[in-house]
């Protein structure tokens, strides 16, 4: 079955940095665009970034857009997020997924916070 851990979350002072990571499971990852999205309190969950399967090419947020950075490796069936210069509205549930899944994993908190 579809599955997808999270990993990589943590307190980070503003300014600060991390670089969150996805083993998925359970599908061909190669052949799936992936993307990460994020929840915070009180709030909708929202994407963030997408990288597509084909030509790895990228989209991202307006709020991120500049500091976050997603990648993949399809050796590793893994997707990553860098993310510098973090704000605390950056702050909530890092979450991914492939297109046409309605599975989630546990997600990964990031606190960025001074």
């Known amino acids: 079955q579809v599955q997808f851990v999270e990993s990589g979350g943590g307190l980070v002072q503003p300014g600060g940095s991390l670089r969150l990571s996805c083993a998925a499971s359970g599908f061909t990852f190669s052949r799936y665009t992936m993307s990460w999205y994020r929840q915070a309190p009180g709030k909708e969950r929202e994407s963030v970034a997408r990288i597509s399967s084909t030509d790895g090419s990228t989209t991202y947020a307006d709020s991120v857009k500049g500091r976050f950075t997603i990648s993949r490796d399809n050796y590793k069936n893994t997707v990553y997020l860098q993310m510098n210069s973090l704000k605390p509205e950056d702050t909530a549930v890092y979450y991914c997924?492939?297109?046409?899944?309605?599975?989630w994993g546990q997600g990964t908190q990031v606190t960025v916070s001074s």
């Open positions: 997924n492939r297109i046409g899944s309605t599975t």
